[in-house]
């Protein structure tokens, strides 16, 4: 007896496939640069406030990756604040106690926040 419907159930695959390729991991991965951009905030250093209220975040690379970036302290002459404070060891923070150097990687590295990635993976592609 042969078995009916099976032209339909590959379409149905191929289209939940390329579903979870395009849509379900750009809304994982940008679920998961919030969150990781809100740990940042978390240890980003505050003095005026307008580094830490100047964060962005955006999908790149037609959706396969991302990044979150500090829009303030850039000069005229090419100097990145974010970035210097990001890479810099060697300030103390003033107002913020808890502000470190790196705070935008270990937003993300940390092993501290890797189980929240999980599940928002996990549960990203729950079908």
């Known amino acids: 007896m042969p ?7 590959k379409r149905n695959v191929g289209r939940w496939v390329a579903n979870v390729e395009t849509k379900v991991t750009e ?3 940008l ?6 951009a809100g740990y940042a905030k978390l240890a ?13 975040y955006k999908l790149i690379n037609g959706g396969k990756s991302g990044v979150v970036f500090y829009g303030a302290g850039f ?3 090419g100097f990145n604040y974010g970035l210097y404070l990001h890479e810099n060891v060697d300030w103390k923070p003033v107002k913020k106690k ?10 993300f590295e940390s092993p501290a ?15």
């Open 75 to 77: 000069s005229e002459k």
């Open 113 to 127: 926040y890797q189980e929240d990635y999980k599940r928002i993976i996990i549960n990203g592609y729950k079908l």
């Open 44 to 56: 980003t250093p505050v003095d005026t406030a307008a580094l830490i209220n100047s964060q962005e």
């Open 3 to 9: 078995v009916k419907g099976v032209a339909q159930i």
């Open 31 to 36: 679920t998961i640069i919030i969150t990781g």
């Open 98 to 107: 808890n502000a470190t150097p790196h705070f935008l990687s270990n937003a």
């Open 27 to 29: 809304k994982v991965l």
